[in-house]
T-cell receptor, first 115, second 113 residues
Framework: SAVISQKPSRDICQRGTSLTIQCQVDSQVTMMFWYRQQPGQSLTLIATANQGSEATYESGFVIDKFPISRPNLTFSTLTVSNMSPEDSSIYLC????????????FGQGTRLTVV | GDSVTQMEGPVTLSEEAFLTINCTYTATGYPSLFWYVQYPGEGLQLLLKATKADDKGSNKGFEATYRKETTSFHLEKGSVQVSDSAVYFCALGAYYGNNRLAFGKGNQVVVIP
């Protein structure tokens, strides 16, 4: 398993601003993922964060809106840029990979409200 | 593509009642199947998993059996407690092992004392 710390745990932001969410893992992991959970909805994968290369984005998500960094095997950031109220969601970091079994592990999430 | 379907709507039941949440899936190959739980105000926790047909995952009194013939992974608990109130997500892990998950819509479970 892995212990995942996400910061901030919650934030209220003004529209048009940007927020960077940090994800720190207590061990080196191969795969890191960012998910969005809109109010009352399921989880949608935003992108896979690749160490040393560009993130791989899912359909409907673009780098300009959700830039991602993955500088090493224990850390990643997701930025939500030029926010609008529609970006109000829970953003979750997830890790998986070699030595961790088939499942993925999740951070506590960042609850973002855009006003 | 791979997908997961959960039964519609929240589930409200009394303490000590029997809980069933239905989950069916569509996938190529032989995916791994999971149930995750999200308690109020928290992230997702893995509740149980099954990696091949006929496997039974179990944890905290919850069980689910990987049924390939019916492409199902229904979650059951014989006697729920108030502390089981949460949102439950069924998820499918890609056969080709890149650990990406496809989630069902989730079911809110409310257990009344």
């Amino acid at each position: 398993s892995a212990v995942i710390s996400q910061k901030p745990s919650r934030d209220i932001c003004q529209r048009g601003t940007s927020l960077t969410i940090q994800c720190q893992v207590d061990s080196q992991v191969t795969m890191m993922f960012w998910y969005r959970q809109q109010p009352g909805q399921s989880l949608t994968l935003i992108a896979t964060a690749n160490q040393g290369s560009e993130a791989t984005y899912e359909s409907g998500f673009v780098i300009d809106k959700f830039p991602i960094s993955r500088p090493n095997l224990t850390f990643s950031t997701l930025t939500v840029s030029n926010m609008s109220p529609e970006d109000s969601s829970i953003y979750l970091c997830s890790v998986a990979g070699q030595g961790m079994g088939v499942e993925a592990f999740f951070g506590q999430g960042t609850r973002l409200t855009v006003v | 593509g791979d997908s997961v379907t959960q039964m519609e709507g929240p589930v409200t039941l009394s303490e000590e009642a029997f809980l069933t949440i239905n989950c069916t899936y569509t996938a190529t190959g032989y995916p791994s199947l999971f149930w995750y739980v999200q308690y109020p105000g928290e992230g997702l926790q893995l509740l149980l998993k099954a990696t091949k047909a006929d496997d039974k995952g179990s944890n905290k009194g919850f069980e689910a059996t990987y049924r390939k013939e019916t492409t199902s992974f229904h979650l059951e608990k014989g006697s729920v407690q108030v502390s089981d109130s949460a949102v439950y997500f069924c998820a499918l892990g890609a056969y080709y092992g890149n650990n990406r998950l496809a989630f069902g819509k989730g079911n809110q479970v409310v257990v009344i004392p």
